[in-house]
């Protein structure tokens, strides 16, 4: 069975949802990482049963510094993967060099890349709206295009519906890019 290993900064409830939708049935989750020792993520993994590492960036004098000790943890569970879901960091080429990474984005990329996507999204005059998934980079939310999913914004719609629905096609579209990109 390929492995994978996630990275997770927050809430994690992508990592959750890969976790229960792909763990030994498609896949196998090595391990769910994070830079917070505060992320939600840590104790859903858990209690999923998945091992969970936390590093924490506010230890390291640099983002390469962190990045090393990153990629020393990743080799060492020989994934076939890396994906970040909701991994709140930019990454120098230290990491984007030697591993082999996917990320989640709430937009149709190359549009809204960065923070606060969903809300920057949802402000735009842009009726098409959708999320991403993509190949990790040297260049933030600008590698190349795995997969993408669109909903058309509803007039007078609010944010929180249109966050919703941002979740909904999030949980759909990362395990189906694994699976993609896992072949
Ligand atoms: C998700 O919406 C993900 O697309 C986004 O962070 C959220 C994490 O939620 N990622 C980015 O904005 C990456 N630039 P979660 O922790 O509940 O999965």
């Not at 763990?23 to 998945?50: S, Y």
């Not at 994906?83 to 549009?111: C, D, Q, W, Y």
């Amino acid at each position: 069975m390929k492995k994978i290993v996630i990275l997770f900064s927050g809430n994690g409830f992508n990592a959750q949802n890969i976790v229960q939708t792909l763990h030994q049935k498609e896949c196998f989750v090595a391990c769910g990482i994070t830079n917070n020792r505060d992320a939600k993520g840590l104790e859903k993994l858990q209690t999923l049963g998945v091992k969970t590492e936390l590093l924490e960036h506010t230890n390291f004098d640099s983002r390469e510094a962190f990045d090393a000790e990153l990629v020393k943890i990743i080799d060492a569970y020989k994934p076939d993967l890396v994906v970040l879901s909701g991994f709140m960091r930019i990454l120098s080429e230290v990491f984007t060099n030697s591993v082999r990474a996917i990320n989640i984005h709430p937009s149709l990329l190359p549009k809204f890349k960065g923070a606060q996507a969903i809300e920057r999204s949802f402000e735009s005059l842009d009726k098409e709206c959708g999320v991403s998934v993509h190949w990790v980079s040297s260049e933030l939310d600008g590698g190349e295009l795995i997969m993408q999913k669109s909903f058309f914004k509803q007039t007078n719609e609010s944010l929180e519906s249109f966050s919703a629905k941002i979740k909904q096609i999030e949980y759909e579209i990362m395990p189906e890019a694994i699976l993609k990109v896992l072949g």
